[in-house]
């Protein structure tokens, strides 16, 4: 019996060691694999074209390459293009100086040259056209944003940017059959009868002149400034309407103080640039102010721009004199279309940083 109880204990602690399962030994993967198809493992075809692929280095640095080229190219054709312009018109800039800019006399046969008629025209249309495009745009704008119903909101937009993708000639040829006769026959009277103590709408009124082309500037510049304030007018955050509407303001306080103060920059942005499209516009306005250098107080009054003359005479120009003013007259014009967009872009971002760095 003594013996009996070592030996049972040995037993007792021997038999866990049986029920333990035996620990496999596992082969490679690799090795595994290549022994069951008798061999090394082929590499599949994605990765046999992986391997084959350069790393992307030469294609990335390329396209960095070509991209910087393509953004330089918009530098170096401005800086081209006012260097063509100085050069050609230096014979001008020395023979009358900045006594180009002061007269009025326009003389090609005895080599008489002065930019003010064609300054005034072109500052005066286009102003005029600001001032009555300004109002309908704002208000078509506003209209979209807060009054419209959403199924005509689409088609109203729509239409407002397919006046912008008219070519400028159409509106010649329109203005010339439809406008025309409307400011000569029905509007002129009327405008003569109530505002003619002013000086500015007085007899004659042939029907084409500087307000003509002021009303045609009006239509091309609307879907401009309209669009780009409908943009701005929506950076306004929504909390700011909610908060004045929450305070008892009407629809249009509500517009008046939370959404067109803060979007006051914008708008004045869009004018510029409005400004800018009228400054530049060529075709329709030619067609219809009236091809005469002269200063007059009367709107009705045939009047020049300085687009328009370029186009009308630099085909006929036959001295290097006059083909040097009319260049200096381009350059100018150039300039300031420069200076103009500029100052609108600056203030469009003005407004619109403010709303990026929101959601950052």
Sequence with gaps: MRMDAPNEQKMAVAEPKELMPPTPVVAPVAENVGMAVGG??????????????????????????????????????????????VKNSQLSIHAFGMKFFKTTTWDPVSGDFGALPFIYGTVVSSLLAVAMAVPLSLAVAIFLLEICPRRLR??????????????????????IFVLVPIIRDNLGPVLEKYLGWTGLFVEPN?????????????IMIFPVISSISRDVMKAVPVAQREGALALGATRWEM?????????????VGAVILGLGRALGETMAVTMVI????????NLF?????????????????TGNLYVSALIEIGLALFLVTIVVNAIARLLVWAVTRGEAGGHA
Excluded at 255 to 267: A, D, E, F, H, Q
Excluded at 290 to 297: C, L, V
Aim: hydrophobic share 55%; net charge positive.
């Design 40 to 85: 090394p493992m082929e590499p599949s075809p994605i990765r046999l074209f992986l391997q084959s692929r350069s790393s992307g280095r030469v294609a990335d640095g390329a396209f960095r390459w070509v991209m910087l080229l393509c953004a330089l190219s918009l530098f170096f054709i401005v800086v081209l293009i006012v260097w063509v312009l």
């Design 154 to 175: 689409g088609p109203i937009a729509f239409l407002t940017e397919l006046l912008a993708a008219i070519p400028s000639v159409v509106y010649g040829l329109w203005a």
């Design 206 to 218: 042939f029907g084409v002149g500087i307000f003509t082309a002021s009303l045609v500037l009006t």
């Design 255 to 267: 517009m008046r103080m939370s959404v067109l103060r803060n979007s006051r920059l914008g708008i």
């Design 290 to 297: 009236g091809n005469h250098p002269d200063i007059s107080k």
């Design 301 to 317: 009054s045939p009047g020049y721009t300085l687009a328009s003359v370029i186009a009308n005479e630099f085909s006929e120009a």
